[in-house]
């Protein structure tokens, strides 16, 4: 026992004698910075994705509603984009086909009545299964000028602590937010709170014009020290209920690798305590940066429980995309609580699959009910859904799989006459309501071949199967790299920021991949 004990001193003496040495690192201020082992990120990966089970085909019949929660992020799509760039294939489920899908923009019709959004629905051949249909429905947001955006009050709450010492992350997020800032004003309010052992507020609430002194304290900052995540979100709420804005803008934008480790940790904890926030009109969204530790599933949760968007920052032309050229979709919710619900025909629909969306699935009884949370679309974003339809053969007998002892299941008379697919229906509620508004509308069954479909039909579809071939999904068929590259090439069509010739590119160096 006593030469554990000696042992032990002589640790705590070798310690203390460390010129680097405080006793309480988690005192150290925020911006000061603590050595930290410079590690490259390959010789270590902790990185956290949740497991995504992917949706089966449902029976028509015994299922007709589908009933999902919008999702405009786009985190998996980039943070994909950087395994591939770095040589490397990604965990199946950091692949969420949706946000592959919804990371590009599409040629909606904008909105022209009372509500903020228009709605495009499409059906055609599938590309993967010759056999199967599928069914394009998106969701246009009205577009903004920069002019028209009302006032921001913004908190930055900035990850500063040991693990952010990278070049993609600490100093790749103070160029994003660089970016950021230039697009304020004088109407624009902007505070900064940073966090490593502990969190503090760097700068106070600051007018968009005294940009000097607002890079100034972006520029100052310095990483070191653990993670205390949760004590920065409480204190950014704090911040941003000070000054909050009415109808203006007032969110929190989180910015870290997610890799929460003092206080309040566990996913549970922190969105309960976001929960608990959301109902004061602030809303938070979140950047992910880096590789290595990046904590994929918890960053995903916190965004979707703060009303706040998702995005994976792997190069400052994405932090361009987010924060200058999307900046109206990315600060600014035109519709919140944004439901799904397609009620399909069992006449003409045998079985449907519902392409991704698996962490937003809710059940049919959640749409009507305004207590449920749901997603929330951004000014000009658009939001996109792929269904993969199994088409009723016809004059086939339509029996139910189940016998019920108490119920039957039957087909409406009217159905089989109807040239209706589906009912597709919307609801949201405005940003300051709690009450939702309905949308509905009918799908026609339309005989389209996939050469006939329009170009964003095709390369969402081309998406799609991307996406498909990366998770290796039971459900991929004939789906194949050059089909993509082939879909993807032919719909192209006006590509004038260059993202979809860059997705493009990306197939091509998964093919490589594929083949070595």
């Not at 507020?201 to 993670?227: C, W, Y």
């Not at 549970?268 to 809303?283: Q, V």
Request: glycine share 6%; proline share 4%; charged share 25%.
């Amino acid at each position: 026992m006593k030469t554990y004990l000696s042992f032990f001193v002589l640790i705590l003496v070798l310690a203390a004698c460390h010129p680097n040495y405080t006793g309480n690192d988690y005192m150290r201020p925020a911006n000061e910075a603590m050595e930290v082992p410079q590690q490259e990120p390959g010789e270590f990966n902790t990185e956290e994705y949740d497991r995504i089970y992917e949706n089966p085909f449902l029976d028509a019949l015994q299922n007709p509603q589908s009933t999902f929660a919008i999702d405009v992020d786009g985190a998996s799509y980039t943070n994909t984009r950087r395994f591939l760039n770095e040589g490397k294939m990604p965990p199946k489920d950091a692949v969420r086909i949706e946000e592959f899908i919804n990371y590009f923009t599409y040629d909606y019709p904008d909105p022209t009545g009372e509500h903020p959004f228009a709605t495009y629905t499409e059906v055609a051949d599938c590309p993967w299964n010759a056999d199967h249909k599928l069914l394009h429905v998106g969701i246009q947001g009205k577009r903004l000028n920069t002019e028209e955006l009302p006032n921001n009050n913004l908190v930055f709450l900035l990850d500063v602590s040991g693990s952010m010492d990278y070049p993609d992350k600490l100093p790749l997020l103070k160029s994003a937010f660089q970016l950021l800032v230039d697009q304020l004003d004088e109407n624009d309010r902007i505070a900064i709170v940073v966090y490593a052992g502990a969190a503090g507020q760097v700068l106070p609430s600051t007018t968009g014009d005294q940009k000097e002194t607002i890079l100034a304290a972006i520029n100052n900052l310095e990483a070191g020290g653990s993670t205390a995540g949760a004590a920065g979100i409480q204190l950014a709420y704090q911040i941003a209920e000070e000054h909050f804005i009415e109808d203006g803008n007032n969110r929190i934008i989180l910015a870290t690798d997610g890799d929460f480790n003092v206080g309040t940790s566990s996913d549970a904890e922190l969105t309960r305590l976001i929960e608990e926030k959301r109902e004061s009109g602030i809303y938070l969204s979140a950047l992910g940066f880096g590789t290595g530790n990046y904590k994929d599933a918890k960053m995903e949760k916190i965004a979707n429980n703060g009303n706040g968007n998702f995005y994976y920052i792997d190069q400052i032309l994405e932090a361009k995309k987010v924060l200058v050229n999307e900046m109206g979709g990315t600060l600014l919710t035109i519709a919140k609580d944004v439901k799904i619900q397609l009620e399909f025909n069992p006449a003409k629909v045998a079985q449907y699959r519902l392409i991704g969306y698996e962490n937003r699935l809710l059940r049919n009884e959640d749409f009507a009910d305004d207590t449920k949370d749901a997603g929330e679309l951004g000014a000009g974003h658009s939001v996109t859904a792929l269904y993969e339809i199994v088409p009723r053969e016809p004059g086939e007998e339509i029996t139910s799989s189940t016998k019920y002892t108490y119920q039957t299941t039957s087909i409406a008379p009217e159905a089989y006459a109807s040239k209706d697919m589906a009912t597709l229906r919307f609801r949201y509620k405005p940003p300051q309501d709690t009450t939702s508004q309905l949308i509905e509308q009918t799908i026609l069954d339309e005989q389209t071949s996939l050469n006939s479909a329009t170009s964003d039909f095709r390369f969402a579809a081309a998406v799609a199967e991307f996406g498909l071939l990366l998770r290796d999904s039971d459900h991929k068929k004939n789906a194949s790299y050059e089909q993509v590259l082939s879909l993807g090439q032919a719909a192209r069509g006006d590509d004038r920021e260059g993202y979809r010739a860059s997705f493009l590119e990306l197939v091509g160096q998964v093919q490589k991949l594929a083949k070595d």
